[in-house]
């Protein structure tokens, strides 16, 4: 499989999201990827469901949405409809992990699961068959245009191997710092899916950035 780029809008120009999704749509991007935050579970707010709506009239690639938010179960049917493909729901943030897991399949959208620096990759073991996607988060959550934590590419060897010996088909995500710098050992320590916010947006010509990023994500993935 190519490897797969979704570039966060958390990073976009608020004020010119129609104008930022266009340019996406016209991009090289995979996915769009939609961070949303309550104030709670993360010390930030970003935005919410009829954003996302918006965002849904617009695009025309997938909408990959990692909830940041407390309780997430209570909010599932309603990002469905906003247009989400892809729900994420922190591991920290679920008390009934693996029935919030079969409420977003039954939902028909892919099921992930974010997981925060501290938290260990071995504590997926029990519920990674029913996992579409682990969101690695290799920033803490709640801001964009933080460094990557060196520590990540060790927990995407390890999280590799859960997956292979369960024989899934889970998909690996890395989310928070990613650059040209480390998206090729990434991939080559077995991500199949990068996150860019800040590093696309900041860029003097986005569409090219992504461009460069899928790239490097090629070699990384020979
Ligand atoms: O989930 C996130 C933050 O909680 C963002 O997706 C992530 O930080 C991407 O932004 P950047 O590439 O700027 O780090
Ligand atoms: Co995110």
Same mark, same amino acid.
């Given at each position: 499989?190519?490897?797969? &780029?979704?570039?966060?809008?958390?990073?976009?120009?608020?004020?010119?999201?129609?104008?930022? !999704?266009?340019?996406?749509?016209?991009?090289?991007?995979?996915? &769009?990827?939609?961070?949303?935050?309550?104030?709670?579970?993360?010390?930030?707010?970003?935005?919410?469901?009829?954003?996302?709506?918006?965002?849904?009239?617009?695009?025309?690639?997938?909408?990959?949405?990692?909830?940041?938010?407390?309780?997430?179960?209570?909010?599932?049917?309603?990002?469905?409809?906003?247009?989400?493909?892809?729900?994420?729901?922190?591991?920290?943030?679920?008390?009934?992990?693996?029935?919030?897991?079969?409420?977003?399949?039954?939902?028909?959208?892919?099921?992930?699961?974010? !997981?925060?620096?501290?938290?260990?990759?071995?504590?997926?073991?029990?519920? &990674?068959?029913?996992?579409?996607?682990?969101?690695?988060?290799?920033?803490?959550?709640?801001?964009?245009?933080?460094?990557?934590?060196?520590?990540?590419?060790?927990?995407?060897?390890?999280?590799?191997?859960? !997956?292979?010996?369960?024989?899934?088909?889970?998909? !690996?995500?890395?989310?928070?710092?990613?650059?040209?710098?480390?998206?090729?050992?990434?991939?080559?320590?077995?991500?199949?899916?990068?996150?860019?916010?800040?590093?696309?947006?900041?860029?003097?010509?986005?569409?090219?950035?992504?461009?460069?990023?899928?790239?490097?994500?090629?070699?990384?993935?020979?």
């Amino acid at each position: 499989m190519k490897p797969i &780029i979704a570039p966060s809008v958390l990073a976009a120009d608020f004020a010119n999201m129609q104008r930022d !999704i266009e340019m996406l749509n016209r991009s090289e991007a995979d996915w &769009i990827h939609c961070d949303i935050m309550d104030g709670n579970f993360v010390p930030n707010i970003s935005f919410g469901l009829p954003v996302l709506a918006a965002i849904n009239r617009y695009a025309q690639k997938p909408l990959d949405v990692h909830l940041m938010i407390e309780k997430p179960e209570r909010y599932l049917e309603a990002f469905k409809k906003a247009g989400a493909f892809l729900i994420s729901v922190h591991y920290e943030a679920c008390h009934h992990l693996h029935r919030t897991l079969q409420e977003i399949k039954n939902l028909n959208c892919k099921a992930g699961v974010a !997981i925060n620096p501290h938290t260990n990759v071995s504590l997926l073991k029990d519920t &990674i068959n029913d996992i579409d996607l682990v969101c690695m988060m290799s920033v803490n959550p709640g801001f964009g245009g933080q460094s990557f934590i060196e520590h990540t590419y060790q927990k995407v060897k390890d999280l590799k191997q859960i !997956i292979s010996e369960a024989q899934a088909d889970t998909l !690996i995500e890395i989310d928070g710092g990613v650059n040209t710098q480390n998206a090729a050992p990434l991939i080559e320590a077995g991500a199949d899916v990068l996150v860019a916010g800040s590093f696309v947006f900041t860029s003097n010509d986005p569409e090219n950035t992504i461009v460069d990023l899928k790239n490097v994500m090629e070699v990384g993935s020979d």
